[in-house]
């Protein structure tokens, strides 16, 4: 998948608040058996902070996320669904040539509402309650 985000700093408060648009697959592990593809289109608004200055080092965030869902089974027969999710996860930014950085991170999403049974066929698909995600953003920051 890929992940797209601009983000504003509050340097007093080391503070970065953060639109994001992402897209990703879902692992086919944590898939149903009977289910091929569960795509993900995430929009969030999410606040990180960061224990050093400079928006760089250990840092912890949380959010909030809608997902814009879309499943197929192995028949080829697709549904789509929403989700509202509550994420909290944290990372590490290390600059490593100027401004460019590396941000190793992990977070767990959280499923507060939305869709809770979807019709695909013959089937009822129940979306997970928790997703976890581990990533590594590349980043500039300005």
Do not use: C
């Amino acid at each position: 998948g890929y992940y797209g985000s601009v983000w504003v700093g509050l340097n007093k408060q080391n503070l970065r608040l953060r639109p994001v648009y992402a897209k990703s697959n879902i692992p086919d592990f944590m898939l149903e058996e009977d289910i091929k593809r569960n795509t993900v289109n995430a929009f969030a608004f999410i606040a990180d902070y960061f224990f050093k200055d400079n928006f760089e080092g250990i840092w912890i965030g949380t959010g909030f996320e809608y997902w814009d869902n879309e499943i197929e089974n192995n028949m080829g027969v697709s549904a789509t669904y929403e989700s509202w999710v509550y994420t909290l996860g944290g990372g590490y930014v290390w600059k490593f040539w100027g401004n460019m950085y590396l941000n190793p991170w992990i977070a767990g999403h959280i499923r507060t509402g939305g869709d809770s049974e979807i019709s695909i066929g013959d089937a009822i698909y129940k979306p997970l309650s928790f997703t976890p995600e581990i990533s590594l953003k590349l980043g500039w920051h300005f």
